[in-house]
């Protein structure tokens, strides 16, 4: 009897595999400053995760998305990578791409951002090379919390069963979305309380703490 493939493993990046979320957030308050507007460190936290182009009215309304979106991007954008030289890989990332590769699974990153800068980060973390696809948000795919973006990260890793492995609710959120299973890092700084209340099947502090729990959870050898 044929063995049935294990699930596709569709791995967030910023927070999950990079520690970039608070880079983020800095870059994203410095934004709206430079256009007159400011938005509390708290909120754009919150928010973080989510796809850029939702981002700016999710924290500072229609109008601002209206009047500044596009150029509060631009200098986040920019801010952000001014800021890359800073960025790291989170402790036991590269480790647990490749232990749920040799497990049989296949790992595709689906993010938010845009392709370039998804590179970029890719080659901090140095794990590339072990994807079976990558998905950013230069894809023809709604961003983050909408399914789209995580359904096809599944089918560009050969379909079947899926879960998600974020530490934003709005990894979380897409998952449940796309009728997939998830599970939350708190390695963004999320609280497993919001994590386990927004869907997830379990939360652990971060890639290292999955790493050492892989058989006792959805991603067992069982």
């Known amino acids: 009897m ?12 910023d927070g999950t595999l990079v520690d970039s979320v608070y880079q983020h957030v800095v870059s994203w308050q410095a934004a709206f400053h430079d256009v007159g507007l400011h938005v509390s460190s708290v909120r754009i936290h919150e928010a973080i995760g989510m796809g850029g182009d939702r981002l700016v009215a999710a924290v500072a309304g229609d109008s601002a998305e209206h009047a500044v979106g596009d150029e509060v991007r ?3 954008d920019t801010y952000f990578r001014t800021g890359l030289r800073t960025i790291c890989p989170l402790d036991g990332a590269p480790e647990l791409v490749d232990a749920l590769v040799d497990r049989g699974h296949r790992v595709v990153l689906a993010s938010s951002s845009e392709a370039a800068l998804v590179d970029d980060l890719l080659d901090i973390v140095g794990i590339g090379h072990r994807l079976h696809a990558v998905v950013t948000g230069s894809d023809e795919a709604a961003s983050k919390p909408s399914p789209d973006l995580v359904a096809l990260a599944v089918e560009r890793g050969g379909g079947g069963s899926g879960v998600v492995i974020g530490d934003a ?4 959120e897409s998952a449940v979305a796309a009728g997939l299973e998830s599970i939350g890092l708190r390695s963004g700084g999320v609280s497993a309380e919001r994590l386990l209340a927004a869907g997830a099947a379990a939360v652990h502090d971060g890639p290292r703490d999955l790493l050492e729990h892989l058989d006792a959870g959805l991603l067992g050898t069982a």
Do not use: E, M, N
């Not at 044929?2 to 990046?13: C, G, M, N």
């Not at 609710?169 to 979380?172: P, S, Y």
């Open 74 to 76: 631009r200098l986040h």
């Open 2 to 13: 044929k063995t049935p493939a294990r699930p596709v493993v569709v791995l967030d990046l």
């Open 169 to 172: 609710t709005w990894d979380v």
